[in-house]
Structures are given as C-alpha cells and as structure tokens.
C-alpha cells in the first residue's frame, strides 16, 4: 500500500527482500518513518475515529518507538495532550511509542483516554463522579493514587502505564495541561447551576496500532469530539452520569413514563448546551449530523478492509483493563520461541 502510495520510494520488491532479512535475523523488523506514518494515518482513516473534516494525510505522527520506560512515555502523553488541545483548535494527532517485540511486550497504556473522570462507589453502591470508572477509580487507589481531599464529580484519574520490566506505574496528568469547557446553555439560564463540564480532546489511548504484522500496543490518537459522546454518551446515559431526569425536571417535563419522551427532550437540550460551550468556548467540536454523512460517504468511497491493513484494534483484555484495572499479562504476549518464531512466522505469511 505504502508503495502504490509513493512511487518515489521505489520498487517494493527491494524493500521486501530487505524486510524478509531483519526477519531471519531478528524475527520482527522496522518500519521507516514514511511506512509508520503512512499506517496510523491509513489505520485512522479505516478506523471511523477519523471525524468529518479531519485531513487524514495530514494528520501528524509523532515517531517515539525508542521510549519504553513508563516515565518517558506518560511525559509524553501529557505532551500529546498539550499538543493536539491546541488552545482549542484540536489538532489530530498519533503518538507511536516502541513496539512488541518477539522477546519484549511494548509499553501499554490502561486509561481508555488520557483525560477520564473518578467514579468514588460508596458503601451503599452510590457513585461520585463517572459510573463507568468506578471499578478502574477503585483499582488505581488500590495501587496507590490518593484522590482529592474532597472528591467531586469530575475528578481526573492517573494515566496508568505498565511495561515489561517496570510493571504497572501511576502518573498525574497536570492539571494546567487539560483544558475543559464549564457548560452553559444559550437559552436556559438555570443551566450553569448543574456544574457540569468536559474536556476538550478525545485521545484514545488503549488500543493497539497494528501495520503490517507489527504491533504497538502504545499509539495514543485523537481527532475531536461528535457533541453527542458528550451530552447523550456521557451525561444523559444512565450508565454514565444519568443526569437527563434532572435535566428533565428542571424543564417540568413528566417524568413518570416514557412515552412522554421526557428523556430524549432532555438529552437534546444537553447536547445543544455542549455544543453551545464549545463553540464559545471556541473548542473545536462537530455535531452528530455533521458526523452521520461524513460516516456514510465514509462507508461508501472507502476500500474494503483486509485482514493485513494497518488498524487500530482493541481486545477484551484491553476493553476490560480501562473500566477496571485487572492487570496485563505481558508474559502471555513474550514469543519464547527462538528468533521470534511466532512472529516470525506471521510477518512471512503476510510479506508472501
């Protein structure tokens, strides 16, 4: 793909003999700057986070595969955060750290994204805070993060970062380094009284970056947020932050069935009060709409998917990691075989 995309590079029959020899001798092998970057941006393309707008070929990709120590690769995310925030106007980025290797996993990240909010579960199984998290909250306290002295609804969680060698290790994401947007509604004044927030880019942080048979289990990526994984995802959900019956209430909707359609009156007033933050706040944000023909031309102009091209994936292992802090087990990904056999032996299989 890389080379019907540039014929300056070359004839692919040499890069491939090149590639078949760091197999022999390594059981995996590297990809040049041009092929990484050309994969996450093909991977983001493919992928459906690519929102309406976002100029895929464009998209910047930030080459870090020799970071695999936990340290340096949260200082980097908290870099990625500030970059791709922008002052607002979001800027899609992919950050690529190291990769598996046939002896040695690459760093993974547990947060589902970099910026997530608490969810404190009491006694009585009342959530402060995000319901989806509360599991994931009560695991890195586990581990040691000490949340607030008060905790309240919209506390940010740690990055969590495990590595081969180090394990799982905590880290803050500074506060200065997140930008959130306080909502408001253009017409309802009694709006503002709820407290509620977001933050201002979604960077997606747990899934895996696979280019041509090479995993990075540690690709943070991000475009901009659709309004509605805010105020129908997050806030009016019952699962999420169920504040759609207070919202309802506020309005004098009936509230004791359904059929009235008290809830999604209400959730749409909470999507127009996002929607009505960000652009004030002149946060970069599309709407659902926006969003729904991007997806459908997407649908039909794009190449069907093959098993071999470059994607960004997620297991359940992973899925179950971001909501409740169950360990890696780097010993299950480690190929023991001699030169990375497994490996090996795939990376062949795709290469012909």
Request: charged share 20%; net charge positive.
């Given at each position: 793909?890389?080379?019907?995309?540039?014929?300056?590079?070359g004839?692919?029959?040499?890069?491939?003999?090149?590639?078949?020899?760091?197999?022999?001798d390594?059981?995996?092998?590297?990809?040049?700057?041009?092929?990484?970057?050309?994969?996450?941006?093909?991977?983001?393309?493919?992928?459906?986070?690519?929102?309406?707008g976002?100029?895929?070929?464009?998209?910047?990709v930030?080459?870090?595969?020799?970071?695999?120590?936990?340290?340096?690769?949260?200082?980097?995310?908290?870099?990625?955060?500030?970059?791709?925030?922008?002052?607002?106007?979001?800027?899609?980025?992919?950050?690529?750290?190291?990769?598996?290797?046939?002896?040695?996993p690459?760093?993974c990240?547990?947060?589902?994204?970099?910026?997530?909010?608490?969810?404190?579960?009491?006694?009585?199984?009342?959530?402060?805070?995000?319901?989806?998290?509360?599991?994931?909250?009560?695991a890195?306290?586990?581990?040691?993060?000490?949340?607030?002295?008060?905790?309240?609804?919209?506390?940010?969680?740690?990055?969590?970062?495990?590595?081969?060698?180090?394990?799982?290790q905590?880290?803050?994401?500074?506060?200065?380094?997140?930008?959130?947007?306080?909502?408001?509604h253009?017409?309802?004044?009694?709006?503002?009284?709820?407290?509620?927030?977001?933050?201002?880019?979604p960077?997606?942080?747990?899934?895996?970056?696979?280019?041509?048979?090479?995993?990075?289990?540690?690709?943070?990526?991000?475009?901009?947020?659709?309004?509605?994984?805010?105020?129908?995802?997050?806030?009016?959900?019952?699962?999420?932050?169920?504040?759609?019956?207070?919202?309802?209430?506020?309005l004098?909707?009936?509230?004791?069935?359904e059929?009235t359609?008290?809830?999604?009156?209400?959730?749409?007033?909470?999507?127009?009060?996002?929607?009505?933050?960000?652009?004030?706040?002149?946060?970069?944000?599309?709407d659902?709409?926006?969003?729904?023909?991007?997806?459908l031309?997407?649908?039909r102009?794009?190449?069907?998917?093959?098993?071999?091209?470059?994607?960004?994936?997620?297991?359940?292992?992973?899925?179950?990691?971001?909501?409740?802090g169950?360990?890696?087990?780097?010993?299950?990904?480690?190929?023991?075989?001699?030169?990375?056999?497994?490996?090996?032996?795939?990376?062949?299989?795709?290469?012909?």
């Open positions: 793909m890389f080379h019907d995309a540039h014929p300056e590079a004839p692919v029959s040499q890069r491939l003999t090149t590639v078949r020899t760091e197999i022999a390594t059981g995996t092998y590297r990809h040049t700057p041009q092929e990484l970057a050309y994969g996450a941006r093909v991977a983001l393309r493919d992928s459906g986070w690519c929102t309406s976002v100029p895929w070929r464009r998209l910047k930030r080459d870090l595969r020799g970071l695999r120590n936990a340290a340096a690769v949260a200082a980097e995310c908290v870099q990625h955060l500030r970059l791709s925030t922008n002052g607002g106007q979001i800027q899609p980025l992919v950050t690529v750290f190291a990769p598996d290797t046939p002896s040695t690459g760093p990240i547990w947060n589902e994204q970099l910026v997530r909010y608490a969810g404190y579960r009491d006694a009585n199984g009342k959530v402060v805070g995000d319901p989806r998290y509360a599991d994931f909250t009560a890195v306290t586990n581990m040691g993060w000490r949340p607030p002295t008060q905790r309240g609804r919209f506390d940010h969680l740690p990055l969590v970062v495990e590595t081969a060698h180090e394990g799982p905590l880290f803050t994401v500074p506060r200065d380094m997140i930008q959130e947007v306080p909502l408001e253009p017409d309802l004044a009694w709006f503002v009284e709820l407290g509620l927030r977001w933050h201002a880019v960077v997606i942080s747990n899934m895996r970056l696979v280019i041509g048979g090479v995993t990075y289990p540690a690709a943070p990526f991000n475009s901009w947020f659709v309004g509605a994984e805010i105020g129908t995802r997050s806030l009016a959900d019952e699962g999420a932050y169920a504040v759609a019956r207070e919202v309802a209430a506020r004098g909707l009936d509230t004791r069935t059929r359609l008290w809830r999604d009156r209400a959730t749409v007033e909470l999507n127009r009060a996002v929607l009505h933050s960000f652009d004030a706040a002149q946060v970069t944000i599309t659902h709409h926006a969003e729904a023909l991007h997806r031309a997407w649908l102009s794009r190449q069907r998917a093959g098993g071999n091209r470059p994607a960004f994936r997620i297991d359940s292992t992973t899925a179950q990691r971001a909501r409740q169950a360990p890696a087990r780097f010993a299950d990904a480690v190929d023991t075989e001699p030169h990375g056999g497994r490996l090996a032996a795939l990376l062949r299989k795709q290469l012909g």
